[in-house]
């Protein structure tokens, strides 16, 4: 598009007499029309990234939602089994083949932490994944051995919730910005610097939205655990104790995550004193 107004000002130079003002007039809208054009080159890779952004989100929300639907059926096919005190064979084969399933879904998950950078850059998924699979290796363990109480049922409901977290988290991160933010990404360097701050697939706000869902799971927890009466006391202790021990581990990830953010926070500029006049 700029060679039009280019021509015009090679043209005018080559005039006798020289047209300057029509030369500059040429030059300067042929300057503005290389600016248009990189303007509108900045807004198109911007909405690419964005939609290459939004795809892998969706993938990686529709991978968790697979294997939250996996967590609740294998569940919900092992309740039968904690009402029985000794599992006959038939049983027993049935409890193997749900530790099978079971381990399945902690190899996908483990997988999907492992090929997903992104992941394991957050210390606040990081820290769900391991959740998960201590949980799911316990629970396929005592599967595999027989062993189903209603220990083993909620550890996998607790499985089941702790995904739906991270498809919470990331659901809220595929929703449009308030206004509010719009303006202030907007005031904040136009289209050039759209172009160059990318959104992250795991930004910052999504860890602290996980932070919370987990936060207000352990709190229904605590809720459940004292309201249950199917429980020895000698169970409830050790809940409580685990639960305690979860408290502690998110608080110790929140700190993290606090000095994480005010690291990356912008340092205002300190402006050195005024020169005293003499």
Same mark, same amino acid.
């Given at each position: 598009? =700029? /060679? ?6 090679? %043209?005018?130079?080559? /005039?006798?007499?020289?047209? *300057? ?19 509108? *080159? ?6 690419? /990234? ?11 929300? %529709? ?21 029985? %005190?000794?599992?006959? !064979? ?8 749900? @530790? ?51 220990? #083993?049922?909620? !550890?996998?409901?607790? #499985? *089941? ?7 919470? @988290?990331?659901?809220? *991160? ?16 136009? %289209? ?30 605590? !809720? ?18 685990? #639960? ?27 402006? =050195? ?6």
């Amino acid at each position: 598009r =700029p /060679a039009p107004p280019q021509g015009a000002a090679v %043209a005018a130079l080559r /005039a006798q007499p020289v047209g *300057a003002d029509a030369a500059e007039t040429a030059e300067n809208r042929s300057l503005e029309l290389l600016k248009e054009a990189l303007a509108a *080159a900045q807004e198109a890779q911007q909405d690419t /990234a964005e939609q290459e952004m939004r795809r892998r989100r969706e993938e990686l929300i %529709a991978a968790y939602r697979t294997q939250m639907e996996k967590q609740v059926e294998v569940r919900t096919q092992t309740l039968p089994l904690t009402s029985v %005190a000794e599992l006959d !064979r038939r049983q027993l084969v049935d409890a193997r083949l749900l @530790a099978a399933t079971q381990d399945e879904i902690r190899a996908s998950l483990a997988e999907m932490r492992d090929v997903t950078n992104e992941i394991m850059d957050s210390p606040v998924f990081v820290h769900v994944h391991r959740m998960i699979d201590d949980r799911s290796l316990s629970v396929s363990e005592a599967l595999e051995g027989g062993h189903v109480t209603t220990d #083993i049922t909620d !550890r996998q409901q607790f #499985i *089941a919730d702790s995904i739906g977290r991270l498809v919470t @988290a990331l659901e809220d *991160a595929m929703a449009p910005p308030d206004e509010f933010a719009k303006d202030q990404a907007g005031g904040e360097g136009g %289209a050039g610097g759209a172009s160059q701050q990318q959104e992250a697939l795991i930004p910052p706000i999504t860890q602290l939205k996980l932070l919370r869902g987990v936060q207000d799971l352990i709190y229904m927890q605590t !809720r459940e655990i004292d309201a249950r009466t199917d429980m020895q006391d000698t169970q409830r202790r050790e809940r409580l104790r685990d #639960i305690g021990e979860q408290q502690r581990e998110l608080s110790d990830l929140g700190q993290q995550m606090l000095d994480q953010l005010q690291k990356n926070m912008p340092q205002p500029e300190i402006q =050195p004193p005024p020169t005293p006049d003499p």
